[in-house]
Antibody
Framework: QVQLQQWGAGLLKSSETLSLTCAVYGGSFSGYYWSWIRQPPGQGLEWIGEINHSGSTNYNPSLKSRVTISVETSKNQFSLKVSSVTAADTAVYYC???????????????WGRGTLVTVSS | AIRMTQSPASFSASTGDRVTITCRASQGISSYLAWYQQRPGKAPKLLIYAASTLQSGVPSRFSGSGSGTDFTLTISCLQSEDFATYYCQQYYSYPRTFGQGTKVEIK
């Protein structure tokens, strides 16, 4: 069965760059979009952006100036970078598969376990 | 961005209760809506997509309805494992946006 495994640094200082990677195991990498979502402690979910296997991206305008999502198809991996982080970027970051069907539905059907990233001043 | 508003923010219920959570979009989104369940310390889990289609493996006590701007998630007979936070999410347009969540607590 398809699994998403994510990793990256969990403790950063203000102004540093957050970097996370998500690997897809046990299934196809192409034909989907691959997303990043974050959740500040005790708060709701915020969609950050997505990428497909050919590198086409969509970003949340609220973060677009600081976010880069990239893909390494040969390794079935995609990555997130957020520059110039502040305490407001402290959150659990999730990677997820964005599954699309023939009716135009796109939903997040598989999720990684999440990585807590804490930004200290 | 489309704003998704859930109500209530939280409520208490008992095992066996029928519960309904409402999600309203700030503009019409057809049926491009998903519902997720999140248990404490866990990743969200997809329950429903296309407003009313049950994801494979999800118990039939969960159901969704609505289109346009108003949607509901119903749990017909609340079980102990259903005490969690529920989120709606629209995928009609970018950026994808979530509701603020509805926490279902044990009475």
């Amino acid at each position: 069965q398809v699994q998403l495994q994510q990793w990256g640094a969990g403790l950063l200082k203000s102004s540093e760059t957050l970097s996370l990677t998500c690997a897809v195991y046990g299934g196809s990498f192409s034909g989907y979009y691959w997303s990043w979502i974050r959740q500040p402690p005790g708060q709701g979910l915020e969609w950050i952006g997505e990428i497909n296997h050919s590198g086409s991206t969509n970003y949340n305008p609220s973060l677009k100036s600081r976010v880069t999502i990239s893909v390494e198809t040969s390794k079935n991996q995609f990555s997130l970078k957020v520059s110039s982080v502040t305490a407001a970027d402290t959150a659990v970051y999730y990677c997820a598969r964005d599954y699309g069907d023939y009716s135009g539905n796109w939903y997040l059907d598989l999720w990684g376990r999440g990585t807590l990233v804490t930004v200290s001043s | 961005a489309i704003r998704m508003t859930q109500s209530p923010a939280s409520f208490s219920a008992s095992t066996g209760d029928r519960v309904t959570i409402t999600c309203r979009a700030s503009q019409g989104i057809s049926s491009y809506l998903a519902w997720y369940q999140q248990r404490p310390g866990k990743a969200p889990k997809l329950l429903i997509y296309a407003a009313s289609t049950l994801q494979s493996g999800v118990p039939s006590r969960f159901s969704g309805s609505g289109s346009g701007t108003d949607f509901t998630l119903t749990i017909s007979c609340l079980q102990s494992e259903d005490f969690a936070t529920y989120y709606c999410q629209q995928y009609y347009s970018y950026p994808r946006t979530f509701g603020q969540g509805t926490k279902v607590e044990i009475k």
